[in-house]
């Protein structure tokens, strides 16, 4: 008898089922993936003991696991100094080789918000992370959470106590705990479908729990949706809707990895080597989740107080003329600027380490007039080393040959890629030899020209070849029984053989999403020593922790309105993530883009933290435009001049914010949801973001829009411009004016934010008067702010003491008070209060003083807004400004 393809699949259903009994009959959402593998069939799926139905539903696997599938056992419970502790034993082999039957457990209370487990092969030494984490050596005695063990097959739950909810639940997932020598699997169900982070990849803010797939696998290419990018980072922060509270989970591990969520709710971790290093972290507000994990793997650097002003590349300048061209194209049309950069083009034959003896000759003149004029210059430095210069004519290769720094294949001989000046090798920063010569380029080169910080690019490490041009050796490193969903299906694709062997014992098969890290640790120590000032370095390549060391750009996106907005989730996740300096290239760098989406993209630029304009050399068989500020029409350029400016006027709050980042541990830009956790109507917002609590920032991302959509929280929200008042009787949308000349900020109600008045630089602009702008709390009479000052480029100025702060406080709708917190800084007398502008005054005052003392002020009845100027006020004094 023939049997139709409907009637073999239910025959098979039957089939499983009696093997299985019921066990087979899950809801798809309940499916967890048995057979993850590009290629997937009913053969292999059954050989697996896992059950096989098909589903007519995107995404949800038709091989997965039944209820009764076979796991770990759980051991004897023991009480530790640090926590407890236990063994996981199985006696059958699972379906990937080299199952490691006994396992240990290690539960550590670390802090009554944060736990911390590990999951390991007690037997054999496995991979670990060498990162710098907390060291705890004995549990703390209160905390906010329970650990719940089941009582047959293992199953793992951390709960919070307030509410009884599961956080972290293992048992979500029937297989329970697959480990394997090259295949780990855990899974946990989520407290809600709403879920944030893992990182770096393109996607919404608001992660879809619909069978959505995340890779991890550091990766040059240009950025696009469903692909690995440039940065590892797996963490993700959950909601609880029903209570308003947030928790966060990190797996540290840094080998390939897929990370799968699923509409259960819950979420799979598939990782191929190393061990499962959970932390778990219990809130219980988002604020607080990032704060606890930044605890763990440190707080971001504090940057330069420059490195916050505008920056500005072209990779295609082409000579140290049209670069110093540009410069001063910028300066006529008075537009800000702080920082010039130049890409790869200033190389000699594209060679680390050297400079162009034609075309840019002189580039360091270029370089001694932007530091005559009080601005920056940064150039591009790539990790890999031409290997095919004549013996003797390139150094940088000689030496790291003599001193043995390169990276070896598996023969032992230099793996050789292919990048920007041909064949190439690559340094191994994980040796300290390679240290010290990476530092001797880095000052041999800073000594012909003086940089004020440095550009890392293609250190995923990127190659053009996959793997090396003598290709990899056939073995399970290079094609593992399970390899992650990585873009080219081979770990090897465009970087390098994951086999070849780092440090004397270390593997790129671990290293691999490292390597930028590796090379950022050092970089940034050696412009500390270099110039006895705050380094300033960004990276496309980052891992866990690179925040404490520098910042990052959102890679090589595109001139399109979506990378516009995608930028914005890019920056809301890289905060989350520790590294607050973020921001994408303004006006995109590959393709031509236009007049309209370039003036609007500088509009949003203008807020990122890390502000830049970069653009391409190539748009396909032409030269790409020029796309700088001064290089569009009047207008346009007074629209960009208008934003950029209006970041100035904005960067003593930026800067406030930055201390706090570094401090602390806060973000400096954060979703809406941050401030209103209990709302979920701000939870799916990502088109706006907020600049501390306060700042409210709402682009146009549309081609021809003249108005905005603006999602604003219940509550008052201020035009910042000049302080009109929106009410929101609860979360809702606005709709505001737009024109080309307009980004629409906000300022939230209950704020006060520091200004000053600004230049084309920030080293002029520091020089200026101070501006408080307050937003008065319409229910309480009430609003707060401070500032953070310090010379802005000294290192350590937090940590020693050697700064000035300010609380400013405003009480009962007319007293403002701004108080000296400490006072470190040399210079502080400097600071002169200028100007009051308060936002949500009633009543038209009879008087206003400022210190005992008759100030003249205007109150516009219609906007209720009362404007102070014309003040010269040390700011290192108590200032009390009152009205009546």
Known sequence: MKLSTIQWALLCTVCVNLVHGQHCMLPDEERFDCNPELESSQKICESRGCCWIKSNTKGVPQCFYPENYDGYRLGKLQDTKFGLTTNLTRTSSGYYPKTIKTLKMDVYYETGQRLHFKIFDPDNKRYEVPIETPTVSSKVSQKDYEVNFSSSKFGFSVVRSKTQRAVFNSSVNPSGLLFHDQFIQISTSLTSHYV??????RSRFLLSTNWSSFTFWNNGFP????INLYGTHPFYLGLEPEYGTAYGVFLLNSN?????????????????GGILDFYIFLG??????????LEVIGHPFFPPYW??????CRWGYLSANRTLEIVNRMRKANIPQDTQWNDIDYMDSHLDFTIDHSAFSNLGDVVADIHHHNQHYIAMI???????????????????????????DDKGAILIGQVWPGKTAFPDFFKPETVTWWSKQIQKFYSTLPLDGIWLDMNEPSSFVSGSINGCPANTLEN????PYVIGGLLRTMTLCASVKQNHTGLHYNLHSLYGLSEIEPTNKLLVKLRNKRPFIISRSTFVSSGKYAGHWLGDNRSRWPDMYFSITGILNFNMFGIPLVGADICGFQGNTNEELCVRWHQLGAFYPFSRNHNSLSCGPVTCIDQDPGAWSSSAQDIIREALTTRYLLLPYLYTLFAGAHENGTTVVRPLFFEYPSDPATYSVDRQFLWGSSLLISPVLEQGATSVESVLPAGVWYDFYNGTALLATKTQNFTLDAPL????????????????????????????????????NSKTGNATGSLYWDDGDSIGSLESGDFFSLSFSLSSGNTLVSKVMHNGYKNSSELILEKLSIYGVKLSPQSFTVNGKKAAFTYDGKQKTLLVSGLAVNMDQTITAKWI
């Open 741 to 776: 000349d307009k980004i629409n900020l906000h300022l939230r109600e209950g704020s006060i934010l520091p200004l000053q008045k600004p230049n084309t630089t920030t080293y002029a602009s520091r020089k200026n008067g101070f501006e408080l702008r307050a937003a008065i």
């Open 223 to 226: 950025v696009e949706e469903g």
């Open 256 to 272: 390939a990895m897929d990370v799968v969520i699923q509409p259960t709710p819950a979420i799979t971790f598939r990782t191929i």
């Open 284 to 293: 219980p507000t988002p604020s607080d989740v990032i704060q606890q994990y």
């Open 382 to 408: 790539d990790p890999a080393i031409s290997s095919e210069q004549p013996s003797g004519s390139y150094p940088p290769y000689d030496e790291g040959v003599s001193q043995d720094v390169f990276i070896k």
């Open 480 to 483: 593992p029984p399970y390899t």
């Open 196 to 201: 944030y982070g893992l990182g770096e990849h």
């Open 307 to 312: 490195g916050l002003g505008f920056h500005l």
